[in-house]
C-alpha cells in the first residue's frame, strides 16, 4: 500500500499542470467534441503525447509506450482543470482496427477517427435482439464483389451524425447463432441504408432506427474473416465496458451537490442543514468512496499485469448505478426545482440533474443491463452456474 | 501507487486465516456460546503466541509495532471466523489510547503487558456517544463512580479503560474496590460485554487525555475501525457460504444459483461487499499515512459497512432458505456478529452525522 507516485510520475504531472496552465484557453469547452475548434485541440494534445497516447504514430496517435499510471494522471488533471480531454479516437472501434483490422483498414481509418475527422456509430441490437445480441437477424449475403445487407438496427446512438458504422450481420444462416455473424465496416449514406431518429424520455434524439435494403458494401470491408464477428465484437464489448461506471465521474458530481446543497436554500435553511438530506448526502459519499478506492485497487492490478477479479466485474453496474443515484439526490434535495426542465425560469444548472438523472438510467441499461451485469458477475466472478438454454435455431 | 495488500500483508492474512480454521472452526465457537463463557481461551492463547495481541504495539514496548491496516487484516480474519475472542478494544482502543495519552511509565507497564496478551483491557466509552439511562461516570480525586455500559470486552478483562464525563480517560484494575461488573447478554455471543459500576473507585488519569478530548476521539476511532473491517470478514463468509450453497443445493432439477433470482442475489452480494474491502483498506491506510483524511474515512467505513453487512447478512440468510433460520447451519453467529458491530460505537446515521459534521457541514 503505497498511494505515493514515483519521481517520474510526479513529474509527469507537473508537467501536464503546466501544460494545461498555458493552453487551458484554447481548449474548446466540454460538451460535444466535433467541430474544427476541437479537432485542432485534439491535434493539439496528440503532439503533446496526451492524447492518443499509445495509438501508433503511423496511425496519427502519439506512438507512446502504455502507461497506465500515466494516463490515469492525465485523466485526472484533465478533469481537475475542468478542461475538455484528448481522446483515442473511439473505444470501441479503434482498438478493434488496431487488433483485428488489414493493413489497409488501419491506414484507412484510424488516422481520421483518432483526429476527430471520422466517427462512428454501433450498430449491433436490433428490434429481436438487445440482451441476445448473438440472435440478430439482420442478414448480409455475397454477391459480386459485395455484401448485400437487409434488416433493421435500433438504439444506434449517433447514427444521425456518425461517417461510419461498425456492425454486426449475420453472413452464415446455417451456422449455430454465434458463428453466423460477420463485422461490418459500411460508411453512413451508403444507398440503401435509411437513419431514422427515435425519441428518447429526455427529449433528445441520439439515437436512431437505421434500416438497410438491399444496401451494398464492398467485402472487403469485413474485420475478422466471415463468421468471426461475435468474437470481434466481443473485444470491442471489453473496451466499452470499461469506460462505463468510471468511478471518478460520480465522485466529480458529488461534489457539486455539495456545493448545491451548501448554497441552496429552502424556507431560508441550507438544504445542507436538513439532517434527511444530510444523511443521505453522507450515505452516498460512502458508496462513491468506496468504489473510488476499488477503481484504485482495480488500477493496481492493472499496472502489474494481474487479474484484478470481482473488483472489476462489479465496475459497471456499480458505478452507473451510483451516477442514477447522484443525480437522484440533487433532484430530491431541489424538491420542486428538481423537476423544473427545458429552460424553464427558475431552472437551477439548466435542468441538468434531470436530464442525468434520466441519462444514467439509460446508461444503466445501455452497454449490457443491470441484469446482465449481475448474470455475468454470478456466473463468471462467483462462478454459479448458467440457467438451462431454451435456444431456438435462428 | 500501489492500492494493494502487500506480500507480508497477505501472508498474515493467510497464516491468521489457517490458524482460525484449524483452533477456531464453528464448534469450537459453539461451545463458548452454549457455554456462555466470555471467550476461547486456547485460541486467544493462539493468537498471542502469532503476536496479536501486540500488533499496534511498538517494539519497544514488547510488540510486533504493525500499522492500522494490519490490524484491520486481523479484525477482518476474526469477523470471518466469529472468533470469540478479544480484540477490539485490548488489542486496539487500550494501545491506541495509551500510545496517544499515557505517561511514559504507563507505557511501560501496560503496553508491555497487553502485548504479552496476559493482561487484558477491556473498553468502556459508549457514554461518550450516546448516553442511555443514567449511566456515565464522574471523577473526583482520583476515584470514579457511576456506570458505563456495553464495555466491550469486559468479562474476560483484567483491568478496564474507561472515560469520565469530561472525556479524560482512566485505567482501572479489575479486582479495585468499589468495582461490579453485570453480564449484559447480547445477540452476539462470540463477544462479551458488560455494564462497569464503580463507586469511588481508585483509578489512573491518563494525563494526555486530561481537557483534551483528542486521545479519546482517536481510540474510538481506532474500535470503528476494526468493527467495519470485522463486518467485512464476517460478511464475506455469509457471502461465500451462499455461493457454496447455490451451488450445491438443488431445487426442481437443478442447482438453485442457476436461477436468476437466487444468483442475482448473489450478484448483489458481492458488489456491494467488494468496495468495501477497498473503503476500509483506505481507511486503515489513512490513519498514519493521511491523518486528515482518517476520521472521516473511518466514519464512512463503519457506516457503510453496516449498511452492507445488514444486507448481506439477511440477503445470505435468504439464500439458504430454512437452512439458514436453523442453529443447525450457524449462519446466525455471522448475522448476529454484524448485527452487533453495526450498533456499538455508534450506528450509521449517528456516524453519518459525524461525518458531515467533520467535513464542516453543519452549520
Ligand atoms: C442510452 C442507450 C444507448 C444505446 N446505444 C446503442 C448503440 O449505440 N448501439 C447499439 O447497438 N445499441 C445501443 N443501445 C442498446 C442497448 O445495448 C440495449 O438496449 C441493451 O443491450 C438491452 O437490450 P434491449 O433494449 O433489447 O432490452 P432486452 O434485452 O429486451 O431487455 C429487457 C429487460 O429484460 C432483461 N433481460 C433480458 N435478458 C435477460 C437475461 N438473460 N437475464 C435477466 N434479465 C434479462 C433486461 O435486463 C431488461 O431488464 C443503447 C441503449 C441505450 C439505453
Redesign the pocket.
Known sequence: MDLAYSVEHEAYRDEVRSFLAKNKNKSPGLGFRDGTAANDWQQLLIEHGYAARTIPKEYGGAGLEADILKSHILAEEFAHAKVRPGHSGDNRIVPVLLELGTEEQKERFIRPTVRGEMSW?????EPG?????ASLQTKAHVDGDDFVINGQ??????AKTAHMMFCLVRTEPDAPKHQGISYLLIPMGTPGMEVRPLR?MTGDS??NEVFFTDCRVPTTEIVGNRGEGWYVANATLKHERGGLGDPNQAAGRFNDILDLMKNETVDGRRLMDIPSYRDRAMALQARIFAMKFNGMRVLSHNIKNEEPGLSRWIVKLQGCELNHQTASLAIDVMGELGILYDGSPHIRDQGMWQHRYM?DL??I????????QK?IIGERALGLPKEPKFDKPI | MEFMLSEEQRMLQESLTRFLASACPLDRVRKVADAEESMAEDVHRGLAELGIPGILIPEDFGGVGMGFLEAALVSEALGGAVAPVPYTATSVMVPVALMAAGSDHQKQEWLTKIASGKTRVAVGVTEQLGRRESAGINASNGRLSGSAMFVLEGMEADVFLTADSTGALHMVAGDAEGLERTKLKTIDRTRSVIELSLDQTPAEVLPGSVSNREPLLCTIDAGRLMLAADTLGAAQTMLDQAVAYAKERRQFNRPIGSF?AVKHMCAEMAAELEPCRSLVWYAAHSVRSMPEEARLMICHAKAHLSEVGQFVARTSTEVHGGMGFTDLLGLHYWFKRIGFNRQVLGGPELIREEAARVQGLVS
Not at chain 1, 129 to 133: E, I, K, P, Q
Open positions: 456509430c454501433q450498430g449491433y441490437s435482439s438487445g440482451s441476445d445480441l438496427k435500433i438504439w444506434t446512438s449517433g428518447q441520439q439515437f441519462m439509460g446508461l441499461i445501455g452497454g449490457g443491463t443491470a441484469q446482465i448474470n | 436468476q
